[in-house]
C-alpha cells in the first residue's frame, strides 16, 4: 500500500512538473479587480509587459472593477485553475474579507502567488493648518473634534485611519467619505475637511509639491521620496499598515504553476528597471517566495480583519 502511495505521489508531482514545463502554451489574462488608471492598473501593466517577454507568450491586462474588487476578485476565484486567468489586486482583498458579510467568494478560493509591491497609508492636513505634527492634532482634536476625508467607506484608508483614531489616539473624529480620493483631496485644499487619509500614490504628487501637508505614513520607515514625512512610529503610535498589490490565481492552481509565476514575478520586480518604475507611482517593492507570499496573506487577512471589527463596520 505504501508503496502504490509513493508511485501516485511521484506520479503527481511528474505531472506538475510537466505541466509547468508547458506553462504557458497560450495567453495569460490578468484581471484586474478596479478601474483603469489605479496604482494596481499601472502594477498590473508594468509586469504584464515584462512577464509577456519572461514566459514567451501574451499577457493580457483587463480591468473588471466594481464592489470594491468584490467582482474582478469572485471572476478569478470560480475560473479554471489552470494558470491562465490571473487577479491582480490589493490589500482590499483582505479588508473585503471581514466588511463584506456576503460576497460571491472567500479569501480561501484565492492563492496568493506575489505580493511584491505596495505603499503606505497617509494622513495629511492643509499647509495652513496650525497643527503641525501629529502628536499637536491629535491634542488639538482633545479640545474641538475635526473632520477627515476619506476615499470611501470601507476602503483599506478608512479602516487604517478609523482603527487608528478609535484605538491607539483615543479619539473621535468624524469621516466625510467621499467617492475616491481626487475629490477628497479638493475638500482638504480647499478648507472643507481638516484632515485627508489615503494611500501615498493617490495624493504623491499634492505631498511632494506641498499642496497638502504630510504628517505621518503607516510605514515602519520613511519612504526615502517622502523623508519630511514621519511614521506613525516616530508620532509615538506604532501602527504599519501597508496597502499592498498582489497577483493571484484560482486556489486549485497547480503548485509548479504557482512557483513558476512567483519565481517570474519577483525576478521582475527585482530589475532596476521595473523597480525605477513602480516607484513613479510612489510603490515599494519586496520579494518573496511562494510561501511566505502564502503565509504573508493568511496573516494580513487576520490583521485588516481586527482592525474592521475594532471599528465595527459592516457592508450594507
Do not use: C
Not at 53 to 82: C, F, T, Y
Request: net charge neutral.
Amino acid at each position: 500500500m505504501w508503496a502504490r502511495a509513493a508511485v501516485a505521489f511521484g506520479l503527481a508531482l511528474a505531472g506538475g512538473a510537466a505541466a509547468a514545463q508547458d506553462y504557458p502554451s497560450r495567453p495569460i489574462t490578468m484581471l484586474v479587480a478596479f478601474p483603469a488608471g489605479g496604482y494596481a492598473d499601472a502594477f498590473a501593466r508594468v509586469v504584464a509587459d515584462r512577464l509577456s517577454d519572461k514566459l514567451h507568450q501574451s499577457v493580457v491586462v483587463e480591468n473588471r472593477g466594481g464592489a470594491s474588487g468584490n467582482i474582478g476578485a469572485a471572476s478569478v476565484a470560480h475560473a479554471n485553475p489552470d494558470g491562465y486567468t490571473l487577479l491582480v489586486t490589493t490589500a482590499s482583498i483582505a479588508v473585503n474579507e471581514t466588511y463584506y458579510k456576503a460576497k460571491n467568494y472567500v479569501a480561501s478560493d484565492l492563492r496568493a502567488i506575489a505580493i511584491p509591491a505596495g505603499a503606505p497609508e497617509t494622513l495629511s492636513v492643509n499647509p495652513n493648518d496650525p497643527a503641525k505634527t501629529l502628536g499637536e492634532l491629535i491634542a488639538s482634536a482633545r479640545e474641538k473634534p475635526f473632520d477627515y476625508a476619506s476615499p470611501g467607506v470601507g476602503t483599506s484608508s478608512h479602516v487604517v485611519a478609523a482603527y487608528f483614531f478609535k484605538e491607539l489616539a483615543k479619539i473621535e473624529p468624524v469621516q466625510v467619505p467621499f467617492q475616491g480620493g481626487a475629490p477628497a483631496v479638493n475638500a482638504v485644499m480647499g478648507g472643507h475637511v481638516r484632515v485627508l487619509v489615503g494611500t501615498l500614490p493617490g495624493f504623491a504628487g499634492q505631498l511632494r509639491s506641498h499642496v497638502v501637508r504630510g504628517l505621518a505614513v503607516s510605514s515602519d520607515k520613511r519612504v526615502p521620496e517622502y523623508s519630511d514625512i514621519p511614521t506613525y512610529g516616530e508620532g509615538g503610535f506604532p501602527l504599519v499598515a501597508i496597502s499592498w498589490v498582489g497577483v493571484f490565481a484560482p486556489a486549485k492552481v497547480d503548485d509548479a504553476i504557482a512557483a513558476k509565476l512567483n519565481a517570474a514575478i519577483n525576478e521582475i520586480v527585482a530589475e532596476p528597471a521595473t523597480e525605477a518604475k513602480l516607484r513613479t507611482f510612489s510603490m515599494q517593492t519586496s520579494a518573496r517566495s511562494l510561501a511566505d507570499t502564502e503565509s504573508y496573506f493568511r496573516s494580513e487577512v487576520a490583521k485588516w480583519g481586527k482592525m474592521v471589527e475594532t471599528i465595527g463596520i459592516v457592508a450594507k
